[in-house]
């Protein structure tokens, strides 16, 4: 009796074993296994759209949390730390019903509703980008905004995991402005400084693939409206495509704008020919 007793803890026992053997930890967000270049990755582009069907309920339980959707996003800002996250979510189904790209110049929030236009600010490095809020969350950590892998490699977030940032939300209005005052400018074309007889101009980069260097060239001029051009550099070890903006009015002009790019995620500097 006693023996039997004994042999069928003992199967109970291995059971359980084998079960919690089994059981695997739940998968660890992370970046992407192959890195990839997001510099030329345009951001987000306000425009008007009705409301997401899905994700805009007037409140919603979450752990327990109960939060309540805002009515309309116009005034919103608000101050706090952003994370974010990646492939472990890439391809599933955001709160709008959305399928969520890493690569996608996108966020989550708790209360903005879906869609939003925001304009996010690093107050660590200044970096700016403009994201398009089509999920909920993050819902732990007192956070305040979930970035895309995307934007947040832009912003310098990922290696850190978490940043303080400015969220503003961004009015179709004031994109359009921002076109017309870019257009505005562009249109007045004024004469290229040179110095010593040679032109001033400003390099986004040196690519080994043309592909990539075709596709910072465009993200530039729609983001700048200078002339962008690709320059190639033969070397023994390969052919180099620098993207130069310009020639530009001044090297000021060429600093300025090298600021700007950076808050976009680009490295450039002025460089004269």
Not at 20 to 49: F, M, N, Q, T, Y
Not at 196 to 220: E, M, P, T, W
Request: charged content about 25%; hydrophobic content about 35%.
């Amino acid at each position: 009796m006693i023996r039997g007793l004994r042999i069928g803890l003992w199967v109970i026992l291995s059971m359980l074993l084998t079960a919690c053997g089994s059981l695997s930890l739940p998968e660890r967000d992370r970046p992407p296994i192959i890195d990839r270049d997001v510099a030329h990755i345009p951001d987000a582009v306000p425009k008007a759209e009705p409301r997401s069907r899905y994700g805009n309920a007037s409140h919603y339980e979450v752990f327990g949390k109960r939060y309540y959707t805002l009515d309309s996003s116009a005034g919103y800002e608000e101050t706090g730390m952003a994370s974010w996250y990646g492939k472990k979510f890439h391809g599933r189904k955001t709160s709008s019903g959305e399928i969520y790209d890493m690569y996608g110049m996108t966020a989550a929030h708790k209360t903005l509703p879906l869609p939003t236009y925001v304009e996010v600010t690093n107050l660590e490095n200044e970096r700016q980008v403009i994201l398009r809020v089509n999920d909920r969350g993050p819902f732990h950590g007192g956070r305040l905004i979930d970035l895309s892998y995307a934007a947040a490699k832009k912003l310098g977030v990922v290696s850190s995991g978490t940043a303080r940032v400015k969220v503003r939300a961004v009015s179709v209005g004031e994109s359009n402005q921002h076109t017309a005052h870019t257009s505005e400018r562009s249109a007045v074309v004024k004469p290229a400084t040179r110095v010593d007889n040679q032109l001033i101009f400003l390099q986004v980069g040196a690519y080994a693939s043309l592909q990539s260097a075709r596709g910072v060239k465009q993200a530039i001029q729609n983001l700048t409206g200078d002339p962008v051009s690709i320059r190639e550099l033969d070397r023994h070890s390969g052919t180099l495509y620098r993207v130069w903006v310009g020639p530009l009015v001044s090297a000021d002009q060429g600093r300025k704008l090298s600021m700007r790019l950076d808050n976009q995620g680009y490295d450039s500097q002025v460089v004269i020919e």
